[in-house]
């Protein structure tokens, strides 16, 4: 569970420490005191979205960090090289205005993905949008498989699906008609001749340019290598180096006679003299490979222009052209057998079809079954919310093969006896939509192991009695997940186990939130408020006094 947050600089939050328990925690305070900016902070901590908007005026980053306890060994840690400390999980996250965000889990950096993928197994957030998603129908076949737990069924039905797609995309791109399959096959045999015809060999473009470049500055070369090779042979008027090492190698190789000492120092002359004359050899030859006529410069100039007009049209190396030209091969026999391998693409795609359906009705029926058990328990959770005359049935459409599945789902209901059942857009009222969706909510819940779910506001547009229905239903969620809930009714606040009261002040021109929990008398205070608004009365904290005594 999340057992304490720590926030610095978010908004109107300069610093905040707020600490939760298990159980039912709820958090009220004036509209724009700051309760969706501990949403958004414990958002943060989850990986969601940070904009840099969120970082208090006048500061260089946010910073948000929380503590959980009884998290067990997530697969996530050996997964991402995350040391798992069973006391505790502490997840800080730094939102600087550069836009820069640093996460750590554990002490170890990691990414916002990576940080999003733990949060999802730690926290659930319903928000009043999530009851807006009920009305798109689009939504209502991820919840219902949400509820089957049908991953492994739907995994293979899509990929049976996704195969199936690949061959209808290869046969629509064999299947074109004479006239076009005409113009494909001419163009296609018109750049294989021009590419063979040429007779390129891979690399080919690289050496000819290499090979043009030193004929081009051959003249240059040859005068510099012959400098060099005097200077090191010699010539009428000097010695060359050669020369002169032998002279320095034979005096060295006199005093040798006198001194033994010297004969290493000899024998490094006699190796330096070899290597001389070794590199003077190569560079003659290579002096002499450099004679060469103005033919061979304009057949290497020609056979170049030939290769480029090719790279121009084909690719930019010889590689990439007779890469080109494999891949023009290859289409040009599929077309020109195009009959045939259309004739067995058929019948692959026949099986494959054959083995979608079945993947897909395999699918329905765990899909059927679990939509009655679905429809099943969400009217219990609603009778428990005061809603007992409430029809809720899942409306199947049968289709063929599409992504995700031969189905089409609707969630259809009554909320009144002798009413027909319609679309909820059209028959739920914003207090019946929030308990529709608190009902849905609780029942996956029960699927999952994420041990903390967060209400925020989702009670909008419940009163009265039913108020006291969901406030019940929290209750006793509570009692195997740890629940937050930011509420403005009193009948919710009044049967949490933690109350935390959020407030805010202006002080020398700043506006400062603070979140404060709550005594049995603080709570009295903050319900009567809740009740009766600015002004309190005898009448209002007795009210809340017998509201926190049941």
């Not at 010695?239 to 004969?263: P, V, W």
Request: glycine fraction near 6%; hydrophobic fraction near 40%; include cysteine.
């Amino acid at each position: 569970m999340l057992s304490v947050l720590h926030i610095e600089n978010i908004a109107v939050i300069e610093q905040a420490d707020i600490t939760f328990d298990a159980g039912f925690n709820v958090l009220t305070g004036e509209t724009g005191a700051g309760k969706s900016i501990v949403i958004d902070a414990i958002s943060a901590i989850l990986g969601e979205r940070a904009y840099r908007d969120v970082i208090r005026t006048g500061c260089e980053k946010a910073f948000v960090s929380a503590v959980f306890t009884g998290i067990g060994p997530l697969d996530w840690f050996a997964e991402n090289q995350v040391e798992y400390q069973p006391e505790e999980l502490l997840i800080q996250r730094e939102i600087w205005l550069d836009g820069k965000n640093v996460c750590r889990v554990n002490g170890r950096p990691v990414t916002v993905a990576l940080l999003k993928k733990l949060g999802i197994q730690l926290i659930n957030i319903h928000g009043q949008h999530d009851s807006q998603q009920l009305f798109d129908e689009a939504n209502h076949l991820r919840y219902l498989d949400l509820f089957a737990k049908d991953e492994a069924e739907l995994a293979a039905y899509t990929a049976a699906f996704e195969t199936v797609q690949q061959t209808r995309a290869e046969i629509r791109r064999l299947s074109m008609d004479e006239s076009e399959k005409l113009r494909r096959v001419e163009t296609l045999r018109y750049q294989i001749e021009e590419i063979e015809s040429a007779k390129l060999k891979p690399g080919e473009d690289e050496q000819l340019e290499a090979l043009r470049k030193r004929l081009q500055n051959s003249e240059k070369m040859k005068s510099s290598l012959c400098a060099a090779v005097n200077a090191l042979y010699g010539g009428e008027d000097s010695d060359g180096a050669c020369s002169l090492l032998t002279d320095a190698e034979r005096s060295l190789g006199s005093l040798c006679r006198f001194d033994e000492s010297l004969e290493p120092l000899q024998t490094r002359l006699t190796d330096a003299a070899y290597l001389i004359r070794d590199i003077t050899e190569e560079l003659r030859d290579l002096r002499d490979s450099l004679s060469f006529s103005e033919g061979e410069l304009e057949q290497l100039e020609e056979r170049l222009d030939v290769i480029h007009k090719l790279r121009r049209k084909y690719g930019a190396t010889c590689v990439d052209i007779l890469e080109f030209l494999e891949k023009c091969r290859r289409e040009l026999d599929e077309i020109e057998f195009s009959s045939d391998r259309l004739e067995q693409l058929q019948k692959d795609l026949d099986k494959q079809e054959a083995k979608a359906k079945k993947a897909g009705l395999a699918l329905r029926k765990i899909r059927k079954t679990a939509a009655d058990a679905l429809a099943e328990r969400i009217l219990s959770e609603l009778a428990q919310l005061d809603m007992p005359k409430v029809q809720f049935v899942c409306q199947f459409e049968e289709l063929e093969l599409t992504a995700t599945g031969m189905d089409e789902v609707r969630f259809l209901m009554s909320a009144n006896v002798g009413e027909d059942l319609k679309p909820m857009s059209k028959v739920a009222s914003g207090g019946e939509l929030a308990r529709i969706m608190l009902a849905l909510k609780n029942v996956l819940a029960e699927q999952d192991h994420v041990p903390t779910l967060i209400f925020d506001e989702v009670d909008a547009g419940v009163s009265g009695q039913a108020a006291q229905k969901v406030a019940e239903k929290l209750c006793q969620v509570a009692r195997t997940k740890q629940i937050l809930c930011v509420t403005h009714l009193a009948q919710l606040a009044a049967m949490a186990h933690t109350h935390l009261y959020i407030s805010k002040a202006v002080r020398k021109g700043r506006t400062y939130t603070s979140v404060t929990p709550l005594d049995m008398e603080g709570r009295k205070q903050e319900i009567a408020r809740i009740i009766g608004g600015a002004v309190i009365t005898d009448t209002t904290l007795k009210s809340a006094e017998e509201m926190l005594r049941h």
